[in-house]
């Protein structure tokens, strides 16, 4: 079984600074995919970021990296120079690769981000 | 490219009643999968469509069900509605092959079950 686990449910930050959203996860297959999705109030999930298992570098996307720590089990989410929009709800989801386990992701309970002006 | 596409947006049922929700996805990908939204449970798998096949469930009663068409729309049914179905449901699209396979959401139907 997988489990993914937040332990934000909210945060402040400035805008035009860095934030830092915290996510584990616990797996026991060694080949696995970890995303994050933004939701904001409207409600539909917006993918931001993936990363595998078996990279060695940690991904990138524009203002959005990936801190991949393997040995740790953690993979956060740091959004740059943040921006009002960013307000929303953050999750962070798993997909294994096993037993033809298709498209099945388990999500983390989400943190919620606020961007002071 | 059209992203994915869930109608209606928003439903109001009663108790006992049954619902139909569809889905269109992204064009070429053949995978699509549902989820279930509640504040409570959160983000939940119900199920996953290949090729018109399910090929993934997850642990939700026999109420909730699905099919996947040959033009790869979607549609999930629940039946004899109960309070607790009252949830947004997301429908997702991707190629669903390939351990980089992303999956991309649609804006949500969101149910109310009165």
């Known amino acids: 079984a997988q489990k993914i686990t937040q332990t934000q449910p909210g945060m402040f930050v400035q805008e035009k600074e860095a934030v830092t959203l915290d996510c584990t996860y616990d797996?026991?297959?060694?080949?696995?995919?970890l995303f994050w999705y933004k939701q904001p109030s409207s409600g539909e999930m917006i993918f931001l970021i993936y990363?595998?298992?078996?990279?060695?570098q940690n991904a990138t996307e524009g203002r959005y990296s990936l801190n991949f720590q393997k040995a740790r089990k953690s993979a956060n989410l740091v959004i740059s120079a943040s921006q009002l929009g960013d307000s929303a709800m953050y999750f962070c989801?798993?997909?294994?690769?096993?037993?033809?386990?298709?498209?099945?992701?388990?999500f983390g309970g989400g943190t919620r981000l606020m961007v002071k002006p | 490219k059209a992203g994915v596409t869930q109608t209606p947006r928003y439903l109001i049922k009663t108790r006992g009643q049954q619902v139909t929700l569809s889905c269109s996805p992204i064009?070429?990908?053949?995978?699509v999968s549902w989820y279930q939204q509640t504040p409570g449970q959160g983000l939940q798998f119900l199920f996953e469509?290949?090729?018109?096949?399910?090929?993934n469930k997850g642990n939700f009663p026999g109420r909730f069900s699905g099919r996947q068409f040959s033009n790869s729309r979607s549609e999930m049914n629940v039946s004899t509605l109960e309070l607790g179905d009252s949830a947004l449901y997301l429908c997702?699209?991707?190629?669903?092959?390939?351990?980089?396979?992303?999956?991309?959401f649609g804006p949500g139907t969101r149910l109310t079950v009165l």
């Open positions: 997702a699209s991707s190629s669903g092959q390939g351990l980089t396979d992303t999956q991309y």
């Open positions: 797996t026991s297959d060694p080949s696995y995919g």
């Open positions: 990363q595998g298992s078996y990279d060695q």
């Open positions: 989801a798993m997909r294994a690769v096993y037993n033809n386990a298709g498209n099945m992701l388990t």
């Open positions: 064009s070429g990908h053949r995978s």
């Open positions: 469509y290949f090729s018109e096949t399910q090929r």
